[in-house]
């Protein structure tokens, strides 16, 4: 079963907001999207880039990355990092690559999902 990169990191972002953010201290979607965008990076529950690992696993993220070559080569030409030296780095540098790669995607997905409990939120914040 191949690895569903988008909906994982796109699950675990809307864990992240509702877990660690009150929708009310944002005045708009697109200020909470800035802010998701440049905290993100460093969440490891979300892309593992702090650590250097999502997984914390090797044989997890190899596990992740095994179906999704065509994703892990995508992420390097957008990063413009050379493929084998990524696989050089080893999988969960690899699975890392990926989440990087795919984290605004995946917010623009979560927060189209919440979109609806974001104005409820401010709606009840002008009663």
Same mark, same amino acid.
């Given at each position: 079963m191949t690895y569903d990169y988008l909906s994982e990191e796109t699950n675990d972002i809307l864990a992240y907001i509702?877990?660690?953010?009150?929708? @009310?201290?944002?005045?708009?979607i697109e200020e909470l999207e800035e802010y998701l965008n440049e905290n993100l990076w460093t969440v490891d529950g979300v892309t593992g880039n702090a650590s250097g690992?999502?997984?914390?696993s090797t044989w997890q993220a190899e596990e992740y990355i095994a179906h999704n070559m065509d994703l892990l080569e995508e992420a390097c030409e957008e990063f413009?990092?050379?493929?084998? @030296?990524?696989?050089?780095?080893?999988?969960?540098?690899?699975?890392?690559t990926i989440r990087c790669y795919l984290l605004s995607q995946a917010i623009g997905n979560a927060l189209d999902e919440i979109e609806d409990e974001f104005s409820a939120a401010h709606e009840e914040e002008g009663e």
């Open positions: 509702h877990d660690e953010l009150n929708l @009310e201290e944002f005045d708009t690992s999502y997984t914390f413009g990092r050379d493929m084998g @030296e990524a696989v050089k780095n080893g999988a969960e540098y690899c699975d890392v």
